[in-house]
T-cell receptor, first 113, second 113 residues
Framework: GDSVTQMEGPVTLSEEAFLTINCTYT??????LFWYVQYPGEGLQLLLK?????DKGSNKGFEATYRKETTSFHLEKGSVQVSDSAVYFC????????????FGQGTRLTINP | NAGVTQTPKFRILKIGQSMTLQCTQD?????MYWYRQDPGMGLKLIYY???????DKGEVPNGYNVSRSTTEDFPLRLELAAPSQTSVYFC????????????FGPGTRLTVT
């Protein structure tokens, strides 16, 4: 079945550091790919998405490019802030009518001032 | 506009007890979902609904039941609680399927002892 693998956490960085969180997937067909973020005490929120190969999703300074050849969707940000501290989830959806999300295990990110 | 609300926030159940997790959305979304998140794992889909009166199983439906009598509400019923159902439960909704964003509630943390 479909699956998503994220880099192990937790990840701790200093403010203004460069961030990469790796995400690879296994899927039949051509899935859509998502990054969701969960801030402390809140539900998950969509951060960005890409629906076909070579698409780049971007939001709030974060970017991720859908790489079909390497089955990857790595999340990057050039300069992180303390407010970016959260848990990040990579997910895919292979359904057309119903969006049945398959999630990675999540990566906890802590940014120190 | 409250979005997706879930009650209760926390609950402790004894083995064999039953309970209903409540989920309500005020965005007039047709699609609603229940997920569970075990420690260190990604979210897994329990049940989903594409409209009032229509529900279907996700990846891990055993031990749960749902109903969807209105567009707004999508309660999740646990019958005969077991320790394996200790988890954090998230409800989500979306306007439609495909790549539409799913909006998540803040979660219910359930412990079965």
């Amino acid at each position: 079945g479909d699956s998503v693998t994220q880099m192990e956490g937790p990840v701790t960085l200093s403010e203004e550091a460069f961030l990469t969180i790796n995400c690879t997937y296994t899927a039949t067909g051509y899935p859509s790919l998502f990054w969701y973020v969960q801030y402390p005490g809140e539900g998950l929120q969509l951060l960005l998405k890409a629906t076909k190969a070579d698409d780049k999703g971007s939001n709030k300074g974060f970017e991720a490019t859908y790489r079909k050849e390497t089955t990857s969707f790595h999340l990057e940000k050039g300069s992180v802030q303390v407010s970016d501290s959260a848990v990040y989830f990579c997910a895919l959806s292979d359904g057309e009518r119903v969006q049945k999300l398959v999630f990675g295990q999540g990566t906890r990110l802590t940014i120190n001032p | 506009n409250a979005g997706v609300t879930q009650t209760p926030k926390f609950r402790i159940l004894k083995i064999g007890q039953s309970m209903t997790l409540q989920c309500t959305q005020d965005m007039n979304h047709n699609y609603m979902y229940w997920y569970r998140q075990d420690p260190g794992m990604g979210l897994k889909l329990i049940y989903y609904s594409v409209g009032a009166g229509i529900t279907d199983k996700g990846e891990v439906p055993n031990g749960y039941n749902v109903s969807r009598s209105t567009t707004e509400d999508f309660p999740l019923r646990l019958e005969l609680a077991a320790p394996s159902q200790t988890s954090v439960y998230f409800c989500a909704s979306s306007y439609s399927g495909g790549t539409y964003e799913q909006y998540f509630g803040p979660g219910t943390r359930l412990t079965v002892t």
